[in-house]
């Protein structure tokens, strides 16, 4: 159990333990095209955060940890495959989180949509380029601001 979920009901703690997965699918199939390399390097980014003892989102990504491949996996499989109604779909659900942010405790939640930005923008960076330069492409960057989600520190 996570101390900070304490004041959500089930459906809040699932859609924040289901975020990482949507925003990896966000952004590896920004380009119309799901790139199994930025979705692997999604799920080891996680396992790399959930193993950061020193991190307030330790017990998070420890969580999301668990289950992070098959909701990534379901993801991929239940939502449609044409780009402009996948990224519709995602946002809106992310756009769910301006709900839920707010019950948490503040600080939590500023360091919690501070790593999903991070987070979308280390997905982004593991695909493409040259040396790693250019990788994240313009579809990429257009996403990487997460807009649909309200920075909690603005509240």
Known sequence: ??????????????ALLDTPALIAVLIAGA????????IN???KLTHFRASDMESPLHLYYAEVD???ADAIAQ???TL?????????????????LNEILPKLDKSFAIELYK????????????SGGLWGYASITPEEERLLG??????????
């Open 80 to 96: 449609p495959k044409d780009l402009i109604e996948r990224q519709n779909i995602i946002s809106e659900e992310l756009a769910n």
């Open 31 to 38: 380009d119309n095209k799901i790139d199994e390399k930025e």
């Open 146 to 155: 997460l807009s649909m989600i309200n920075n909690p520190a603005e509240n």
């Open 66 to 68: 668990k289950y992070i």
């Open 75 to 77: 993801q991929v499989k």
């Open 115 to 126: 790593s999903y930005l991070s987070f979308a923008k280390s997905v982004a960076k593991s």
């Open 41 to 43: 390097y999604s799920e």
């Open 1 to 14: 159990m996570i101390p900070q979920f304490k004041n959500l009901n089930e459906d809040e703690k699932t």
